[in-house]
C-alpha cells in the first residue's frame, strides 16, 4: 500500500479518514472505497489524525477505539481540544460487548459506533450516508 | 436511527429526537431525516410552539424542555449524564395531560441517558419502547432503561420502525 503522500488536501470537499494502527484494516478500507468520488486518508495513529484535521480535512472520520500511544478517546480529546472538531462526522470501531469506556464527557462528538469485524456493504452505506449528511 | 425513519410517512403525531451531537452536526442530521422520511423536521428555536405532524431534534449543546405539553424551551445549563441534550431532561419536562398518549423510546446508545426519563413516562402513563440490547453496537443505555423500570416492549429497529408506522 502506497504511503500516504504529504498533506495535501482539498478542503473543499469531504472525504473520508480511516484512522487505525491495523494496516489490514486500512488496506481493506482503502480498497473498499478507492473508486468514490471522495478522497480517503489513512492515519495510522491519532496524531496523524490531528495532523490531516489541522491541514483542513473535513469529512467522516473512522477512529478505531484501541491504538497505542493516543487511543481514539484520547485523540477525540485533542479534536475538541484544537477546536477542530467542525464539518466532521465521527464514526468509532469497537469489538461488540468491550465494556463502555469511562470518557462519557465525549460521547457527544461520536455519531455512531461500527463492530468490528464489519460488513463492508453496511460499511459503504453507513459512509455513503454520513458523506450525504454533510453535503 | 436512519434505518428507523427511512421511508416513515407523515404521522399525525408530534415526534421529538434526542440525539447526542455537537451543535455543528444538528442541521446535517436533520437534512439527512427529511430526506429519508415525510414529517416535517424542525430543529425548534427557544420558546416554539409544538405542531403537531412534525419531528422536532433538539440542537446539540442544548437542553430540550417541553413547557406545559405546548412549547419548546431550548436551555445550555449543565450537562446532564455528561450530554447536552439530554434524554432525561426532555422526558422529565413533559406533565401528565389526558389529552395526550404519550411514547417513550431509548435506541442504542452509551451511558444511562434515558433511564430515569422512560421510568417517569411509564409512571405518567406512557408506553414505554427500548431498542433490543441484543441488536444494540452500544447497549449500555438500552440496558440501564431496561434495569429501571418495566419495560413494554423490547424491540428489533425494525420492530420500532413498524411501531412507528402503527400510528399512521
Not at chain 1, 477525540?76 to 469511562?102: G, R
Not at chain 2, 450530554?83 to 419536562?93: G, H, Q, Y
Not at chain 2, 441517558?113 to 408506553?127: I, R, T
Request: aromatic share 8%.
Amino acid at each position: 500500500m502506497d504511503p500516504v503522500q504529504g498533506l495535501s488536501i482539498d478542503t473543499t470537499t469531504s472525504g473520508l479518514m480511516v484512522v487505525d494502527d491495523d494496516e489490514d484494516i486500512l488496506f481493506t478500507i482503502n480498497s473498499l472505497f478507492k473508486k468514490r468520488p471522495f478522497p480517503v486518508f489513512l492515519a495510522h495513529s491519532g496524531q496523524e489524525c490531528l495532523d490531516y484535521l489541522e491541514n483542513g480535512f473535513k469529512g467522516v472520520i473512522l477512529m478505531d477505539i484501541m491504538m497505542p500511544g493516543m487511543d481514539g478517546w484520547e485523540t477525540i480529546q485533542q479534536i475538541v481540544n484544537k477546536k477542530l472538531m467542525h464539518d466532521l462526522i465521527i464514526s468509532m470501531f469497537t469489538a461488540k460487548d468491550i465494556p463502555d469506556t469511562t470518557l462519557d464527557h465525549l460521547k457527544e462528538y461520536v455519531f455512531d459506533y461500527i463492530t468490528k469485524p464489519f460488513e463492508p456493504e453496511n460499511l459503504i452505506a453507513l459512509v455513503d450516508d454520513y458523506l450525504t449528511m454533510l453535503s | 436511527m436512519f434505518d428507523i425513519f427511512s421511508g416513515i410517512p407523515a404521522l399525525p403525531v408530534t415526534i421529538i429526537i434526542v440525539q447526542h451531537m455537537p451543535f455543528s452536526t444538528t442541521p446535517r442530521f436533520a437534512k439527512r431525516l427529511s430526506q429519508l422520511c415525510r414529517m416535517n423536521v424542525i430543529i425548534p428555536s427557544d420558546e416554539e410552539l409544538i405542531k403537531p405532524e412534525s419531528l422536532y431534534i433538539a440542537p446539540g449543546d442544548n437542553h430540550l424542555i417541553i413547557k406545559d405539553n405546548q412549547k419548546i424551551l431550548l436551555t445550555s445549563t449543565e450537562k446532564v449524564n455528561f450530554v447536552r441534550p439530554s434524554i432525561d431532561v426532555t422526558m422529565l419536562s413533559l406533565r401528565q395531560d389526558s389529552r395526550y398518549q404519550y411514547t417513550g423510546i431509548i435506541l442504542s446508545g452509551m451511558g444511562c441517558d434515558g433511564a430515569e426519563g422512560l421510568a417517569f413516562m411509564k409512571n405518567l402513563g406512557a408506553k414505554t419502547i427500548v431498542q433490543d440490547p441484543e441488536t444494540c453496537i452500544i447497549r449500555s443505555m438500552p440496558e440501564s432503561a431496561i434495569r429501571l423500570s418495566n419495560i413494554d416492549k423490547i424491540l428489533h429497529p425494525l420492530e420500532i420502525r413498524s411501531f412507528l408506522l402503527s400510528l399512521k
